[in-house]
Structure formats: structure tokens, C-alpha cells
């Protein structure tokens, strides 16, 4: 259970956004999946130094395929569960901004009321898509330049992070892509993200023509380890965690049920790491201070 606003080394009662800034500035920031506030508690005991509320585990949460079903109230309500668990800062997807460059707006005062550090909006067209689906399309550049102009300009806190995304390298090769980052970062953005980067050649391009060139970008994948992303001179990578890790350990604790075991899920100290991460040594306390005599 989250008790102050802090996060060790930065300073009291910077915002999320400001926190986030200040782990940048000290290298790259490693920012697990995590999809409710029990998984971002989880990867902050493990000492991340921020989360990613990824929405393709938020569309799973709710049984739900990533392509566009899950709404912007059910984004920003989760978004408020992780940011309210942890005191590490949180990094959101917000998918297309939900609708236009004025729809973008709302979003981006939705997330930061709810706590988010930073948020990322994609030039998908509506309903998007995850970035490693197939069958992605684009908006015009020049509409998502506006969705971007209009994300900054509706932010209260300036150092709210925004995260300007494109999918463009799957339906329109690199060289879209690379006009695009380099486009909304002239807008004003703080990061770009190309996502769907699948093979290392994809990665030696975004590395070569993005990050060498001074972009502060962000990566999502795993197809090198974190100290080596960091070594290509990326500010935030996304990646491991979440729903994909919990799906394998259900699956398995299910399987082990079925076959006669499932002793695993009875096990009492793990059931008392589990509480105790929740905060419930807190409530006693406060139970304590406030009963009647």
C-alpha cells in the first residue's frame, strides 16, 4: 500500500512526471508490464524503477483482445489503482488519445489526474490495435503532429512525459516511420516510440537513425536485455512482466491442480508475502490507533 508521494532518491513531493525526469536524467529507466495494482506492487518490491500500464494487459484484464474495445474510463480507472499502489512512477498507454486531437486532450488531463508520469499516444487510426498485431494502419502525419501539439497543450503539469508512438514500420516500412518520429518530436514531444520492432535489423535502424541522432526514444520488446538497450542510448524500455507471466504460472498451477497437486496455492508464508504487500500490517495499525476503548 502506497503511504507518500516519494520514491527513493528523488525529491518530496516532486510530481510523477518530475520523478520520472529525474530517473531519466541518471540513465534508462526499466519499466516493467504491469496490469493492476497487485502486479505494480509485485515489480516495485523488486525495485523497479517505474511500471508500464500496458493495454494490452488492461484489455486482458477484462477479457478483452487489444484492438480498440476498451474504453478510456476503463484505462484511466485501472491507471488510478496502480498509480494509487505504488510510488514509482507510472507510465501509461493511452492508445489513439481516443478519438481527435481535442478527444487526446481530455485523455491526457484524465491520466494525469489519475497519476500517471507519462503517457504514450499512437498514429494508429480508431479502433487501434497492439503494435505487434497484424493489419495496423496509420493516420496522416500531419493529424497526429496536431494530436501531439494538443496533448502538450493540455497538460497542467509540464513535466507530465509525453510519448509520441508510431506503428508506421509495419504497414509503411522504416523510412515513414523515421519521418514521423522525427516529426513529433519537432511538435514537442519528450519521447518517441517506434513500436513493432520485431528483428535485430529492425533495431540496428531504430538505434542508427533515431537514437544515435540525438531522439530520446523508448523501446518495448526483449530482443536484447535491458543493459544492452541502455548501452544504445535509449531513455525507457518497456518490457517483461505482467500478464503474459501470469498466464504461464495460472496455467501451471491449474495443470498441477488438475493432476492432483495444487498444495502451492496453500502455502501459508506465501500467503502472508502476499498480504503483507498489500499493506495489511498497516491496517492493524490503523485499527490499533482508531478503536474505541
Known amino acids: 500500500m502506497s503511504s507518500s508521494n516519494s520514491s527513493p532518491n528523488s525529491t518530496p513531493n516532486s510530481s510523477p512526471g ?24 509485485i515489480a516495485e518490491g523488486q525495485g523497479a524503477q ?20 476498451t474504453s478510456m474510463a476503463e484505462m484511466v480507472s485501472n491507471l ?56 495496423k494502419q496509420c493516420v496522416p502525419m500531419a493529424e497526429h503532429v496536431q494530436k501531439i501539439r494538443a496533448a502538450i497543450d493540455a497538460r497542467s503539469d509540464p513535466d507530465l512525459v509525453i510519448i509520441a508512438r508510431t506503428d508506421a514500420v509495419a504497414p509503411n516500412g522504416w523510412e515513414d516511420a523515421i519521418r514521423r518520429a522525427e516529426a513529433y518530436r519537432e511538435a514537442g514531444a519528450d519521447v518517441v516510440f517506434v513500436d513493432g520492432v520485431k528483428t ?29 538497450i541502455a548501452e544504445r542510448g535509449f531513455k525507457i524500455m518497456i518490457t517483461g512482466g505482467g500478464h503474459a507471466l501470469s498466464y504461464a504460472a495460472v496455467c501451471q498451477a491449474l495443470v498441477n491442480l ?4 495444487g498444495g502451492e496455492g496453500r502455502d501459508l508464508d506465501q500467503f502472508n508475502t502476499i498480504t503483507n504487500l498489500l499493506g495489511l ?13
Open 18 to 41: 518530475a520523478k520520472l525526469r529525474e530517473a531519466m536524467a541518471g540513465g534508462m529507466v526499466l519499466a516493467p508490464f504491469v496490469y493492476d495494482g497487485f502486479t505494480a506492487l
Open 50 to 69: 517505474a511500471v508500464y500500464m500496458t493495454g494490452h494487459g488492461t484489455s486482458a484484464q477484462i477479457g478483452l483482445p487489444d484492438v480498440g474495445l
Open 80 to 135: 488510478g489503482y496502480i498509480a494509487d499502489a505504488v510510488d514509482v512512477p507510472v507510465i501509461a498507454d493511452a492508445d489513439t488519445g481516443y478519438g481527435n486531437a481535442i478527444n487526446a486532450q481530455r485523455a491526457v488531463r484524465e491520466y494525469e489526474t489519475a497519476g500517471a508520469a507519462a503517457l504514450h499516444l499512437e498514429d494508429q487510426v480508431f479502433p487501434k490495435r497492439c503494435g505487434f498485431f497484424e493489419g
Open 200 to 228: 535485430a535489423e529492425d533495431m540496428d535502424i531504430y538505434t542508427r537513425r533515431l537514437v544515435e541522432q540525438g531522439l530520446p526514444c523508448l523501446y518495448n520488446g526483449n530482443l536484447l536485455p535491458g543493459p544492452e
Open 258 to 261: 488438475k493432476d492432483g497437486g
Open 281 to 293: 500490517p498497516e491496517i492493524y495499525e490503523l485499527e490499533q490507533r482508531y478503536a474505541i476503548d
